[in-house]
């Protein structure tokens, strides 16, 4: 199984509420990323997690929380959004073997997010 | 860190033909190339990849060429088809230490088939 599963597809949230996006794999990959895309442009790396521990986080607003509770599941808990945090939600995930060098990302369907 | 610049931002080719995309990237510890399929509203789609010690590979209709020397890789398509027609992103990463095999993306090709 090659597939690394999200959701909720589409999510349409106010600037107050409190949503979570989900992601799934089960490939045995130890890392997963979160990226957020806008229109046309290429994936942004916002978080990374190694073996559960967050390893990268690109700066990212305290507004937009990671979570990974085990090897196959990666959340991310929105809070207080701003319109301008519409995006393509995409998570991703590689297997990361200790002492290899990078490998290849396998990318989810995304969560298209609105924000009103 | 990494800068990995794409071209060209489109490109439009009849059916049939071939298509070039180049990336060139600043890091010469980046060894690990991949390319990267997206489709309107779908997500990127790994196509093709390569490896620093590698200076070429092919799979079908498409090949990726690598000059580690003059830091460039491309993408080749060949009888190009109307379901060809996406936007390709490049990539490039150094897989290592802090950076934990992150990628680095140019700004993608919107590439088009007419019929």
């Known amino acids: 199984d090659t597939e690394v599963t999200q959701t909720p597809k589409h999510l349409v949230m106010g600037m107050t509420n409190k949503k979570s996006l989900k992601c799934e794999q089960h490939m045995g990959h130890r890392a997963m990323y979160w990226y957020k895309q806008k229109a046309k442009k290429p994936p942004e790396l916002m978080f990374v997690?190694?073996?559960?521990?967050?390893?990268i986080n690109e700066s990212v607003p305290s507004r937009f929380s990671p979570e990974c509770p085990n090897s196959s599941l990666l959340n991310l808990h929105l809070h207080a959004l701003q319109p301008e945090d519409s995006a393509l939600y995409l998570c991703?995930?590689?297997?990361?073997?200790?002492?290899?060098?990078?490998?290849?990302?396998?990318f989810g369907p995304g969560t298209r997010l609105t924000v009103t | 860190g990494e800068n990995v610049e794409q071209h060209p931002s489109t490109l439009s080719v009849q059916e049939g033909d071939s298509a070039v995309i180049k990336c060139t990237y600043s890091d010469s510890a980046s060894n690990y190339f991949p390319w990267y399929k997206q489709e309107l509203g779908k997500r990127p789609q790994l196509i093709i990849d390569i490896r620093s010690n590698v200076g070429e590979k092919k799979d079908q209709r498409i090949a990726v060429t690598l000059n580690k020397t003059a830091k460039h890789f491309s993408l080749h398509i060949t009888e190009t088809q109307p379901e060809d027609s996406a936007v390709y992103f490049c990539?490039?990463?150094?897989?290592?230490?802090?950076?934990?095999?992150?990628?680095?993306f140019g700004r993608g090709t919107q590439l088009t088939v007419w019929p």
């Open positions: 990539a490039a990463s150094a897989g290592r230490g802090s950076t934990l095999g992150r990628l680095y």
């Open positions: 991703a995930s590689s297997q990361n073997l200790p002492g290899t060098g990078a490998d290849e990302q396998y």
């Open positions: 997690y190694s073996y559960e521990k967050l390893s």
